[in-house]
């Protein structure tokens, strides 16, 4: 019998997966009809079965298992970076410089 604490245990160690790619679906196989990965494991000289209650990535007609989407490079274990801020205009500089004057509102703090 499996215990509640082994499985948390379990759970806190699965990464986090990101998938950036475009065009691909997340499904979940739920039927009994024979369906193959689209990729053969390293060192298989034949196609391996998408079990029941497996996920996989879908695109058109092409499906994927987990792993085979790993080794072609379409998950992350890390999400995208923040982009780089974009550098700010100082707009009143700019339009000192122009002769134009700047006016400032400032929102009084009720207290």
Not at 21 to 44: F, H, L, N
């Amino acid at each position: 019998m499996i215990r509640k604490d082994e499985v948390q245990a379990e759970l806190r160690e699965l990464p986090r997966l990101f998938m950036f790619e475009p065009g691909w679906q997340i499904a979940r196989k739920t039927d009994s009809i024979r369906e193959y990965c689209y990729a053969m494991a390293p060192g298989a000289d034949h196609y391996h079965r998408l079990l029941d209650g497996e996920v996989y990535l879908v695109k058109a007609d092409e499906k994927l298992c987990l792993p085979c989407a790993g080794r072609r490079g379409l998950l992350a274990y890390d999400p995208k970076p923040l982009r780089e801020p974009i550098a700010g205009l100082d707009l009143a500089i700019e339009a000192e410089l122009e002769g134009f004057d700047v006016l400032v509102r400032r929102t009084e703090e009720v207290e």
